[in-house]
């Protein structure tokens, strides 16, 4: 529960995997962006007003030294990313006082509103291959179908990882 006079702002995380250089190595990276979602889209999609900050950079490794490196670079992008937020959680359960636009300061609760990513991004933050669909269980071979498949179940979702993590590897974690 928030306490009364309590303020939530929606916070809205972006990100896209960029290619930093091309000269040596092909470095690429993830920068991660922050912006408040109570902001007009006028003045948001202006680059000069400066409504996006930028948080921080999650590298990208091919992660040669693992047998299995897609999931070794699963778990450095959840792991950075982890660290990158940390303070904003903190800031959420506790909240923040801050000066509102009338002047006044309010205690300020951030709340991760959106996550703004294309398909690959999106697949990595929610664990799924990127030949699955992020909404239902539709298999590879049936997307396309014009078929009602179940939703995705944050529950069996979470179970499934934990599977995972604890090494009893369950079917549904193959890609």
Known sequence: RLPAGATVAPVILASDKTELSRFKGDKNAWPVYLSVGNISKGVCHQPACHASVLLGYIP???????????VASYHLFHDCMKKIVEPLVVAGHEGVEMVCADGWICRVFPVLAAYIGD???QCLVACCAENRCLKCLVSANQRGANLQFPARNQTQTTNILHMQAIGQYPPEFIA
């Open 60 to 70: 990208v490794s091919k992660m040669d030294a693992f047998k299995d490196n897609s």
């Open 119 to 121: 398909h690959p991004e």
